[in-house]
């Protein structure tokens, strides 16, 4: 395939004042980035995670999940994955490997599964067989209440933290009234939920021995988390949610915190009425680190560590679904320095974003025929 050179689209502007203006763009001086195509031909991917040999397991959406070999062979699908209800925005979500996935080959999915009221979010783990061919004994280990009949929202990214903690994003279900229950803690809607790797629920979780309150919840009031990254320097968990017409966030998930999902956001509702309180923000609400306004469609984030491009340092990167791009934040610490889109040339929406063995950065694009390419400055 013929490499693509690129070049940044930078918009120049000063540096934000404040973290939630919109069009904060800020330039910063990057080389041309060359854009390779090493894998395509996927259906609906959706996440992606590399393995220790550098090969790819990548989920499609309709249910399928593959290994893509190094060198850009996409295998047939694997065997021994859990019953999924694919459809709408529901199906075959997520890939994690365990923390200790040398030794265990453990892999964890989040998928929607049909049940009892509808449909929701599961989770589940099985070891990946020593020729690639299948998961062996897949267990599901986590299922999102309540079941609602809906085919929107179901997040959902899975984050190990530095303990082995798996922390799983989930969606509010998108319909009215069911989404309010992001800001109940009896059930796992808009939600982001602390398990053990067994999906037993750790004994330092907020909400244990809170009547009423599931003890999964870690962090609530969120709307539809589609991407999530451990902080390689502070090991904080940060996740980023779809806002409704206006205001994806990227959020630090904090034990206990309320994010103001459907409070409060900056975004307003598709046919344009106020969202909530009609308000940004609220008494008792966390408020995002970062928003954008008009929206991005966030789907899949990363933090870059590489060395390629140094400017890069201390960047989240996040996939655009609807602005067709690639987005890099620039953070010192919590604090916003600036924004910068990338690949827009390409009008390709992106699913998901990872960094590499190679220290480059490899994004999924969305829809039939998706790509997998890396993203490296020239040489
Ligand atoms: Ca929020």
Same mark, same amino acid.
């Given at each position: 395939m013929t490499p693509t050179r690129l070049f940044a689209a930078l918009a120049a502007a000063s540096l934000p004042t404040n973290a939630w203006a919109v069009d904060t763009v800020v330039s910063s001086q990057i080389g041309d980035l060359q854009v390779t195509t090493i894998a395509d031909g996927?259906?609906?991917?959706?996440?992606?995670?590399?393995?220790?040999?550098?090969?790819? #397991?990548?989920?499609?959406?309709?249910?399928?999940?593959? =290994?893509?070999?190094?060198?850009?062979?996409?295998?047939?699908?694997?065997?021994?994955?859990?019953? #999924?209800?694919?459809?709408?925005?529901?199906?075959? =979500?997520?890939?994690?490997?365990?923390?200790?996935?040398?030794t265990n080959r453990l892999v964890y999915l989040t998928y929607s599964e049909a049940g009892n009221g509808g449909n929701s979010t599961a989770a589940g783990r099985g070891r990946l067989a020593d020729d690639g061919t299948r998961l062996e004994g897949f267990e599901k280990i986590f299922t999102q209440l309540p079941k609602h009949a809906g085919n929107k929202h179901f997040g959902s990214r899975i984050v190990f933290d530095r303990e082995g903690h798996l922390f799983i994003g989930l969606g509010e279900r998108s319909d009215t009234p069911i989404r309010e229950g992001a800001q109940k803690l009896d059930n796992h809607l808009g939600k982001v939920v602390r398990l053990n790797r067994d999906g037993s629920v750790p004994a330092d979780n907020p909400f244990i021995g809170q009547a009423g309150a599931l003890p999964e919840i870690w962090s609530y009031g969120q709307r539809n988390i589609q991407g999530g990254a451990l902080h390689p320097a502070t090991g904080e968990v940060w996740f980023?949610?779809?806002?409704? *017409?206006?205001?994806?966030?990227?959020?630090?998930?904090?034990?206990?915190?309320n994010y103001g999902w459907p409070l409060v956001s900056f975004g307003v509702n598709y046919n344009g009425t106020p969202v909530g309180t009609g308000k940004s923000e609220g008494e008792g609400l966390t408020q995002p680190l970062h928003q954008w306004t008009p929206v991005i469609g966030a789907s899949g984030m990363a933090f870059y560590t590489g060395d390629g491009v140094p400017d890069w340092q201390g960047s989240a990167f996040f996939g655009g679904l609807a602005s067709r791009d690639l987005v890099r934040v620039a953070f010192d610490g919590r604090t916003v320095k600036g924004e910068e889109?990338?690949?827009?040339? =390409?009008? *390709?929406? #992106?699913?998901?974003?990872?960094?590499?063995?190679d220290g480059a950065l490899y994004v999924l694009t969305d829809g039939s025929g998706g790509e997998i390419m890396r993203v490296a400055p020239v040489d």
């Amino acid at each position: 395939m013929t490499p693509t050179r690129l070049f940044a689209a930078l918009a120049a502007a000063s540096l934000p004042t404040n973290a939630w203006a919109v069009d904060t763009v800020v330039s910063s001086q990057i080389g041309d980035l060359q854009v390779t195509t090493i894998a395509d031909g996927l259906d609906s991917a959706w996440g992606m995670e590399f393995l220790p040999d550098s090969s790819l #397991i990548v989920t499609e959406k309709g249910g399928t999940l593959r =290994l893509v070999a190094a060198d850009g062979t996409v295998g047939p699908a694997l065997e021994g994955l859990p019953d #999924i209800d694919a459809g709408g925005q529901g199906g075959l =979500l997520d890939v994690a490997l365990d923390p200790d996935f040398a030794t265990n080959r453990l892999v964890y999915l989040t998928y929607s599964e049909a049940g009892n009221g509808g449909n929701s979010t599961a989770a589940g783990r099985g070891r990946l067989a020593d020729d690639g061919t299948r998961l062996e004994g897949f267990e599901k280990i986590f299922t999102q209440l309540p079941k609602h009949a809906g085919n929107k929202h179901f997040g959902s990214r899975i984050v190990f933290d530095r303990e082995g903690h798996l922390f799983i994003g989930l969606g509010e279900r998108s319909d009215t009234p069911i989404r309010e229950g992001a800001q109940k803690l009896d059930n796992h809607l808009g939600k982001v939920v602390r398990l053990n790797r067994d999906g037993s629920v750790p004994a330092d979780n907020p909400f244990i021995g809170q009547a009423g309150a599931l003890p999964e919840i870690w962090s609530y009031g969120q709307r539809n988390i589609q991407g999530g990254a451990l902080h390689p320097a502070t090991g904080e968990v940060w996740f980023s949610e779809h806002g409704p *017409k206006g205001g994806d966030e990227v959020n630090v998930v904090e034990a206990g915190k309320n994010y103001g999902w459907p409070l409060v956001s900056f975004g307003v509702n598709y046919n344009g009425t106020p969202v909530g309180t009609g308000k940004s923000e609220g008494e008792g609400l966390t408020q995002p680190l970062h928003q954008w306004t008009p929206v991005i469609g966030a789907s899949g984030m990363a933090f870059y560590t590489g060395d390629g491009v140094p400017d890069w340092q201390g960047s989240a990167f996040f996939g655009g679904l609807a602005s067709r791009d690639l987005v890099r934040v620039a953070f010192d610490g919590r604090t916003v320095k600036g924004e910068e889109r990338l690949l827009g040339d =390409l009008g *390709k929406r #992106i699913r998901d974003v990872k960094q590499g063995p190679d220290g480059a950065l490899y994004v999924l694009t969305d829809g039939s025929g998706g790509e997998i390419m890396r993203v490296a400055p020239v040489d």
